[in-house]
């Protein structure tokens, strides 16, 4: 298979993620290396050791899937970002002066007047939002696998220990994050039993990382939890309801629910004040996992030649 086009590549190994004698895969999918690759225009796929074919990645598929609310979010924080360039001093003057050129070389050479560089600079507003979205949810779950890792290593009996990340803790940029994540541990009847856990599903032809699998104290039952800095939408139902599916069929093992776990970037003078966190839960994993599917052959069906010549 060809890598010309990979950046980076992680290898994984299941028995590395989950804690001893919580899970376990079957025999026949026990113990197979799995690499996830991150391509050069973005892309990201997975290899399996004994599968001659690509696994697409879970979330390139729930990503053909339109998400309500961006357009407008797009434009305004095109409009914030032009209203922050405003805001600078003598901008409003440039602004005035640019206007004011009404001769032919300006007609001409309209990209180098200002308006045309607040436009072009008001653009990046959007992008340079989703890039500090992306570091920031990069780096708590960076914060989040280490803090749950900590707990499928049996560094401590219970409750979560957070002695080992007191720079976390003590972080104004990533302080929510942890206190979210220690409240919704308190309050939810759960174990972590696997973090950062690599997935195939070798029917469909696709793969995934799930980055929490749980077990319910009560009902014994698994729960796989995707954690989000951001804002939720409905393809994250479908997403995690992939998770569910692929690991009940690796495993055996009853996945009885699905959930998204929303930490919010700020303290949570925004949310409920007693809220550090919220949990989205699948109302039907089954059905969600269809839309997947449907996805999924959606996907493929858009790879091939549309029109005939």
């Given amino acids: 298979m060809a890598k010309e086009m990979e950046l980076s590549a992680i290898q994984h190994n299941e028995q590395d993620r989950i804690k001893a004698g919580t899970i376990e895969f079957t025999d026949e999918y026990r113990g197979r290396r799995v690499n996830q690759y991150t391509g050069a225009r973005g892309g990201r796929h997975y290899e399996v050791e004994g599968y001659q074919f690509d ?31 405003m805001a600078q001093p003598g901008a409003q003057e440039r602004l005035a002066l640019s206007a004011t050129l009404k001769n032919e070389r300006a007609r001409k050479h309209k990209n180098n007047t200002w308006q045309t560089e607040l436009y072009e600079e008001a653009k990046s507003g959007p992008q340079d939002a989703m890039d500090i979205a992306a570091n920031f949810g990069i780096q708590a779950h960076e914060i989040i696998e280490r803090i749950a890792m900590n707990d499928v290593n049996q560094r401590w009996e219970s409750g979560l220990d957070l002695r080992p990340f007191r720079n976390d803790v003590e972080s104004i940029e990533y302080g929510s994050i942890v206190e979210g994540f220690q409240a919704w541990f308190r309050d939810n009847d759960l174990s972590i039993v696997a973090s950062e856990l690599m997935v195939y599903h070798p029917a469909y032809k696709y793969a995934g990382t799930i980055d929490l699998v749980c077990r319910h104290e009560g009902t014994a039952n698994l729960v796989v939890v995707d954690v989000k800095t951001g804002g939720v939408f409905d393809e994250a139902a479908m997403q995690v309801s992939a998770y569910a599916t692929t690991l009940e069929y690796l495993t055996n093992d009853p996945v009885s629910e699905a959930w998204v776990l929303q930490l919010p970037r700020e303290r949570p003078d925004k949310w409920d004040a007693d809220k550090l966190y919220q949990v989205h839960k699948v109302e039907s994993i089954p059905t969600y996992h269809e839309a997947f599917i449907d996805a999924l052959n959606l996907r493929e069906r858009l790879k091939g030649e549309a029109w005939t010549t």
């Fill in 55 to 85: 696994f697409a990645s879970v979330t390139s598929i729930t990503g053909i899937v339109n998400k309500y609310g961006i357009p407008d979010w797009y434009k305004r924080k095109g409009i914030e970002k032009a209203t922050d360039i």
